[in-house]
């Protein structure tokens, strides 16, 4: 069974710093891509950065260098590192699958995690 | 950026009604697109990707289609289990969703 399990969200001030992790269980880790996508609370989904296979980094232009995405094959893990954090950041994020050229967007996707950024 | 359109932004439906749900993207994406389904409290669950390509397990009443940059989900029967928000999303250019529609049961 594919699994994608996220972990790491909690409550940080604003300018705080918060890494978020991905672990993925039930598949061939290394032949996917991954996505952070993330939901204010009543909001749309938003896309974030992705890790290709082969490790081409995307980001969205929003973010402006705050958050950086990694990816340890040997851990089956995806990591998001979030700086500068701000009040709009508070959300839910979600760890995302996706086949690598054009194939299948989306097929799994994690329960989410919470971030809350308040003070 | 690629922008999507989504339209409705809300839907009221009777049950065995056919729905259709539409996006429209900026620009080409070269049939790069999904849908998917999210139920209050859920993650988002692929629908459709590729414009037209059911993913396993979906019930065939969903289906999509498109001509150009306009997009189309389409549920030919509605049923209880269906409300929820829809959302599209290019990925020929990043990631870009649209904005949803939240379908309701009359």
């Known amino acids: 069974e594919v699994r994608l399990v996220e972990s790491g969200g909690r409550l940080v001030k604003p300018g705080g710093s918060l890494s978020l992790s991905c672990a993925a269980s039930?598949?061939?880790?290394?032949?996917?891509?991954f996505n952070w996508v993330r939901q204010a609370s009543g909001k749309g989904l938003e896309w974030l950065a992705a890790?290709?296979?082969?490790?081409?980094?995307l980001y969205a232009d929003s973010l402006r260098g705050r958050f950086t995405i990694t990816r340890d094959n040997a851990e089956n893990s995806v990591f998001l590192v979030m700086n500068s954090l701000r009040a709009e950041d508070t959300a839910v994020y979600y760890c995302?699958?996706?086949?690598?050229?054009?194939?299948?967007?989306?097929?799994?996707w994690g329960q989410g995690t919470l971030v809350t950024v308040s003070s | 950026d690629i922008q999507m359109t989504q339209s409705p932004s809300t839907l009221s439906a009777s049950i065995g009604d056919r729905v259709t749900i539409t996006c429209r993207a900026s620009?080409?994406?070269?049939?790069?697109l999904a849908w998917y389904q999210q139920k209050p409290g859920q993650a988002p669950k692929l629908l459709i990707y590729?414009?037209?390509s059911l993913e396993s397990g979906v019930p065939s009443r969903f289906s999509g289609s498109y001509s150009g940059t306009e997009f189309t989900l389409t549920i030919s029967s509605l049923q209880p289990d269906d409300l929820a928000t829809y959302y599209c999303?290019?990925?020929?250019?990043?990631?870009?969703f649209g904005h949803g529609t939240k379908v309701e049961i009359k």
């Open positions: 620009q080409s994406v070269s049939g790069l």
């Open positions: 039930g598949f061939s880790f290394s032949s996917f891509s």
């Open positions: 995302v699958r996706s086949e690598d050229n054009g194939g299948k967007s989306g097929d799994s």
């Open positions: 999303q290019q990925y020929a250019n990043f990631w870009t």
């Open positions: 890790i290709s296979s082969w490790g081409r980094i």
């Open positions: 590729q414009a037209s």
